[in-house]
């Protein structure tokens, strides 16, 4: 069984961290190079790196960022946002990301998912996937959870897989930033009918929380932001909880 993440998450703005709620009310959370920093120093299992309005402003991420990030770095550190094609890639792996998150790209063009597989290996390919409960329906949504599709969650998750995607990241776009909790109804039905590792997104506002998510689905990695920028949650309290409740983490020689 695989060991259980604990995953903060940086969403970028205009080079700022910022943190939502329900994917709106944009406010500003702080240096992402010293968030990085701490967040290593802290216990983090893996980063992630979010510019999410870089499909919306039809711009590429930012190289230079990921390049200082990666620097403080040397934990996994996974990048998304604006990613359209194999030179995309390249230039942020060699920039110093480890893996990388395509989202609105991939479902304008699943191809992209294989071909990125085959050329970097699916390993490094994370699809991500923002869902949102639509007439009691799970529907994909994509340019920062302002576009809704007429892909169903469930579907779009388990042809990200057989497309060659090696991890998903999954947000709630329900739970965002309300801190009631991960979507565990959502969170089990998707890591259920994939065999690649899920990572929670979304809703995360207790230690509780990621107890709960670990114990009642498959789910591998739990992302969190706000609770972890504003100093609300600690990385080593969460762990010191989940081993206290048998639940095998990395990194746990607390």
């Known amino acids: 069984m695989l060991k259980k993440r604990i995953i903060p998450c940086l969403d970028i703005k205009d080079g700022t961290t910022v943190k939502g709620i329900n994917f709106e009310g944009l406010r500003n959370a702080g240096d992402p190079i010293s968030l990085a920093k701490k967040y290593e120093i802290d216990g983090a299992d893996e980063l992630v790196f979010l510019d999410i309005t870089a499909t919306i402003e039809e711009r590429k ?13 040397s934990i996994p550190f996974t990048v998304g946002g604006g990613i359209n094609s194999i030179e995309d890639v390249r230039k ?8 990388i998150s395509i989202n609105s790209s991939a479902v304008k063009k699943p191809q992209l998912i294989t071909d990125l597989a085959n050329e970097f290996g699916s390993q490094c390919i994370v699809v991500a996937i923002d869902t949102k409960l639509v007439n009691n329906e799970d529907w994909v949504h994509i340019k920062g959870g302002r576009e809704a599709t007429e892909l169903k969650t469930l579907d779009w998750a388990k042809k990200a897989e057989v497309l060659g995607a090696g991890e998903i990241l999954l947000t709630s776009m329900d739970g965002d930033g309300t801190k009631r909790g ?3 109804r959502i969170t089990k039905a998707v890591s259920e009918i994939v065999n690649i590792p899920v990572i929670a997104s979304g809703g995360a506002g207790t230690i509780g929380d990621f107890t709960e998510v670990f114990q009642e689905t498959k789910a591998t990695g739990g992302l969190a932001a706000s609770i972890f920028h504003f100093g609300e949650i600690h990385i080593q309290d969460v762990k010191k909880e989940l081993l206290y409740k048998k639940i095998q983490v990395r990194n746990d020689q607390l």
């Open 61 to 73: 991420t930012f190289v230079e960022l990921v390049r200082d990030i990666a620097k403080e770095l």
């Open 92 to 99: 942020l792996l060699e920039a110093g990301a480890d893996k």
């Open 182 to 184: 991960f979507d565990i």
